[in-house]
Nanobody, 123 residues
Framework: QVQLVESGGGLMHTGGSLTLSCAAS????????MGWFRQAPGKEREFVAA????????RYKDSVKGRFTISRDNAKNTVYLQMNSLKPEDTAVYYC????????????????WGQGTQVTVSS
């Protein structure tokens, strides 16, 4: 099982930028699809972005396309989520997730999760 630790969350004003990091340990993630999900208070966990094992394929939630970028550095066993032009509706706890094989938009297909990092965007 791979262990994941997110970092980089914080409080930002609308229009600001943040980069989240997800450091993996226990196993190399070079054969894992990786995803970022988020959960706002009172709402279900939702897909944000995913990346395949090599980084050659990415997918995004429609509302973050053009603003967020997922990337990975397999040599560092780390995945990133660059978030630009932040909006108040981006406020949530952001979770990193891993699944062996291909990436997915479905949270239930991931079997390793981090503890989450809070992102708060003020208007």
């Amino acid at each position: 099982q791979v262990q994941l630790v997110e970092s980089g969350g914080g409080l930002m004003h609308t229009g600001g930028s943040l980069t989240l990091s997800c450091a993996a340990s226990g196993r190399t993630i070079s054969t894992y699809g990786m995803g970022w999900f988020r959960q706002a208070p009172g709402k279900e966990r939702e897909f944000v972005a995913a990346i395949n094992w090599s980084g050659s394929s990415t997918r995004y939630k429609d509302s973050v396309k053009g603003r967020f970028t997922i990337s990975r550095d397999n040599a560092k066993n780390t995945v990133y989520l660059q978030m630009n032009s932040l909006k108040p509706e981006d406020t949530a706890v952001y979770y990193c997730a891993a699944r062996w094989g291909i990436s997915s938009n479905a949270y239930y297909e991931y079997n390793s999760w981090g503890q989450g990092t809070q992102v708060t965007v003020s208007s």
